[in-house]
Structure formats: structure tokens, C-alpha cells
């Protein structure tokens, strides 16, 4: 890589493809690196624990970041950068280049000629980028480690795929970030929570579990969700469920006793109870009072 911008001038006038280059997932304990460059650019993500990067940027200025749980740095890998670990960290590490394009995938010009956010991390001059992931980022990376342990090359079909992927959602990240602030970082944190509850509701949710999730504190997830919702987790878990009885209710002919299971609420008491705090009335009223529309029905018996 060319100069110590993110990535090389070059992706925005011809055609080049990314290609992996190394990876793999290391503990390091009590550990300091030499300074050292590649040709490659590095994405370097925490898995777990805390530990710093040093970087000398230009006219030999030295940056030091620190990465703890769920952040992650990606860098240009001609920067002299060395690692430092106190304690214990355990990390994902990827280096990449670009090659140019065999014409079977768009290349990284074609895809940041549609997508703005992908353009703009490609004209960063930044020689790095600190982010906190949101579950998605990590998801990709453990996905693209997966396909390259499946396949020989960093060239296979389904890991150029992944690692385009990855890198546009890096992009839309970094551009949500500048343009949001941390209060657009918060309402990530909402964001990530309500989509947690939203495929969750049928289970029994417990807020260890969306604050682990989204590698937050419980007690932080909490307060943030209140002062941007106004209302608290399980209200906002509660209420969903309602509004998914109400839909089953009219639209199905489940029995009532069974949509208690679908909609994660541990019995028909406390759902009658729940729903008719909600509604004004017992699940059977509203039944009565919304016959079926006749979209979707699955059950032509009513035991209740």
C-alpha cells in the first residue's frame, strides 16, 4: 500500500479486487511487538481483554489507541504499528490487499461508484480507524474466517464476497459514526437492543443476555435504552409481545393457550393477565370482537 492514507488512490481508477492475505486468532499475554510494516492492510479485532497500538503516522507522530472487548482497528499496514499487551487479549486478525480484478465480482471501484459510505472510506486520508462493532462486523469476520478455513486461497469466490461485505459495513459504520456522533452511537446501542427483542420475544429474555449480545454493561445498556426510548427494556419486551398476540389473535386461529408459547410468555394467566392490562380486555374478548381477515390461518379449532 502506497502513502499512509487507509487504502491506495488507486481503487478509485481501476478495477482491483481484495484478497486475504493472513489471518488468525491469537491470545496474547504480557506482550510488546516490535514496530514492524506490510504491504497489507490489517484489520485487528478484540475478542476479548484490552491492549494498545502503537502507531508512527507521518513526520514519525506517534498514536496510541487502546482496544478493549467488541472494538476493533483497521490500518494500513505501511505504517510502522506494533502491539502491547499488558495483561491478556485475545483477537481476530486479518490482513488484506487488492489485486487487480479478474471480472468476475464487481470491483472495489464499481462498488463504491453505488455505495457512498464505501467511496468515502476509500478517500479517507486517516492511516487508521478505531470503531466498536455492533454484532454485524463481528459476524462477517467470523464468517470470512470460516470460508478461508474451508478454501485454500484468500481468492475464493465466497471469501472476495465476504470480505467486500465486510468492508462496506466497516464503511457505513465509520460514516454513521462521523456523522452522528455518540449520540448516534447510543441509539446503535437501542437499535441493536430492539432488533435482540424483536427475533428473541418467544424465548425468556434477560438483560445479561442483549447487554452480552452487544458487549455492553447491563446496567449501561439500561439507562441508555430508558433515555432514548423513554421506557424500559422489558416494558418495550412486553408491549412487543402484546402487539404479536393482537396479530395472532386476528389472524390465526391458534388457541389462546398455545399463543402464550409463540409470543414467550410462561402461561394463559399471565398472558390474560398481560393482555388485558394492555387492551382493556381478555385475549378471548378481542378474538370475539377481530374475526380472522383470512390471510393466514393454521388452526380451525378454538379450545378456549
Given at each position: 500500500?502506497?502513502?499512509?492514507?487507509?487504502?491506495?488512490?488507486?481503487?478509485?481508477?481501476?478495477?482491483?479486487?481484495?484478497?486475504?492475505?493472513?489471518?488468525?486468532?491469537?491470545?496474547?499475554?504480557?506482550?510488546?511487538?516490535?514496530?514492524?510494516?506490510?504491504?497489507?492492510?490489517?484489520?485487528?479485532?478484540?475478542?476479548?481483554?484490552?491492549?494498545?497500538?502503537?502507531?508512527?503516522?507521518?513526520?514519525?507522530?506517534?498514536?496510541?489507541?487502546?482496544?478493549?472487548?467488541?472494538?476493533?482497528?483497521?490500518?494500513?499496514?505501511?505504517?510502522?504499528?506494533?502491539?502491547?499487551?499488558?495483561?491478556?487479549c485475545r483477537m481476530l486478525n486479518i490482513e488484506f490487499r487488492f489485486t487487480r480484478s479478474n471480472g468476475l465480482f464487481p470491483s472495489m471501484k464499481q462498488l463504491a461508484e453505488q455505495e457512498e459510505s464505501l467511496a468515502a472510506l476509500f478517500h479517507d486520508t486517516d492511516s487508521f480507524l478505531v470503531l466498536r462493532e455492533f454484532h454485524d462486523i463481528?459476524?462477517?469476520?467470523?464468517?470470512?474466517?470460516?470460508?478461508?478455513?474451508?478454501?485454500?486461497?484468500?481468492l475464493e469466490p465466497m471469501a472476495q464476497i465476504l470480505l467486500?461485505?465486510?468492508?462496506?459495513?466497516?464503511?457505513?459504520?465509520?460514516?454513521?459514526?462521523?456523522?452522528?456522533?455518540?449520540?448516534?452511537?447510543?441509539?446503535?446501542?437501542?437499535?441493536?437492543?430492539?432488533?435482540?427483542?424483536?427475533?428473541?420475544?418467544?424465548?425468556?429474555?434477560?438483560?445479561?443476555?442483549?447487554?452480552?449480545?452487544?458487549?455492553?454493561?447491563?446496567?449501561?445498556?439500561?439507562?441508555?435504552?430508558?433515555?432514548k426510548t423513554g421506557t424500559s427494556i422489558m416494558a418495550y419486551l412486553n408491549t412487543f409481545r402484546m402487539e404479536k398476540t393482537q396479530m395472532l389473535l386476528r389472524q390465526t386461529e391458534i388457541p389462546i393457550a398455545e399463543i402464550a408459547d409463540y409470543v414467550g410468555i410462561s402461561s394463559r394467566q399471565y398472558l390474560h393477565m398481560m393482555f388485558k392490562k394492555h387492551m382493556g380486555m381478555t385475549p378471548v374478548e378481542y378474538r370475539k370482537s377481530s374475526p380472522p381477515d383470512g390471510q393466514f390461518v393454521i388452526q380451525k379449532s378454538e379450545d378456549c
Open positions: 500500500m502506497n502513502g499512509y492514507g487507509l487504502f491506495p488512490e488507486l481503487l478509485m481508477v481501476k478495477d482491483y479486487q481484495p484478497e486475504v492475505s493472513a489471518y488468525y486468532y491469537k491470545e496474547w499475554k504480557d506482550f510488546e511487538m516490535s514496530y514492524h510494516t506490510h504491504e497489507a492492510a490489517e484489520i485487528m479485532y478484540v475478542m476479548d481483554g484490552v491492549c494498545s497500538v502503537e502507531l508512527l503516522a507521518k513526520r514519525k507522530n506517534r498514536s496510541e489507541v487502546t482496544l478493549k472487548k467488541g472494538e476493533f482497528i483497521i490500518l494500513n499496514g505501511s505504517v510502522p504499528h506494533r502491539l502491547l499487551v499488558a495483561d491478556t463481528h459476524h462477517v469476520l467470523r464468517s470470512l474466517v470460516f470460508e478461508l478455513d474451508a478454501s485454500s486461497t484468500g467486500a461485505q465486510l468492508l462496506i459495513r466497516i464503511a457505513r459504520l465509520h460514516q454513521e459514526n462521523m456523522t452522528e456522533g455518540a449520540s448516534g452511537t447510543q441509539g446503535k446501542y437501542v437499535q441493536q437492543c430492539i432488533q435482540y427483542l424483536q427475533q428473541n420475544y418467544d424465548r425468556n429474555v434477560q438483560i445479561k443476555d442483549i447487554a452480552e449480545s452487544i458487549n455492553l454493561h447491563p446496567g449501561y445498556l439500561q439507562r441508555v435504552f430508558k433515555l
